[in-house]
């Protein structure tokens, strides 16, 4: 039997500007009182090539936790978009989140993310920009299927 369980996530503040925190309501159940802290981390996958593009955004722990039923808002950065390869910044990536309990991961959850431009017209240009200003982009979380 799983010590945690996650019951729910709600994707909050989407969609959003790229530059906007990313915010995730994390509802758990722990099954019996756990006096070490959970750590929990949200990833953002910068290249599907490789992960040495990947960023982990934040990390928090969450402890110690007492058994029952427990909710908490996890508030992280944008994603730094100089470190995204430039022909990866538009289009679909992933955003994971993880759970830990003692170096143990119990818990990865991923969810598709498309990043494109704020601006319509920017759809029907032939060419992309030589430089890409991650002000003029906008997130969708696609949390309907994590």
């Not at 729910?8 to 915010?23: R, T």
């Not at 007492?66 to 944008?78: H, I, T, Y």
Request: no cysteine; glycine share 4%.
């Amino acid at each position: 039997m799983a010590l945690v369980r996650v019951t729910n996530v709600d994707v909050l503040n989407n969609p959003a500007h790229f530059l906007d925190p990313m915010q995730f309501e994390i509802t758990f159940e722990a099954q019996m009182d756990l006096p070490e802290d959970t750590e929990w981390k949200i990833i953002y996958v910068g290249s599907a090539e490789s992960e040495s593009y990947d960023q982990e955004l934040d990390s928090v722990l969450v402890g110690p936790v007492p058994a029952g039923s427990l909710k908490f808002v996890f508030q992280v950065n944008a994603p730094d978009a100089s470190k995204i390869p430039k022909n990866e910044l538009l289009g679909v990536t992933v955003v994971l989140i993880t759970g830990s309990y003692k170096s143990q991961e119990f818990i990865r959850i991923g969810y598709y993310v498309n990043i494109d431009f704020d601006d319509p017209a920017m759809h029907e240009a032939d060419e992309l920009p030589a430089e890409i200003d991650p002000r003029t982009l906008t997130r969708n979380i696609l949390s309907s299927n994590p």
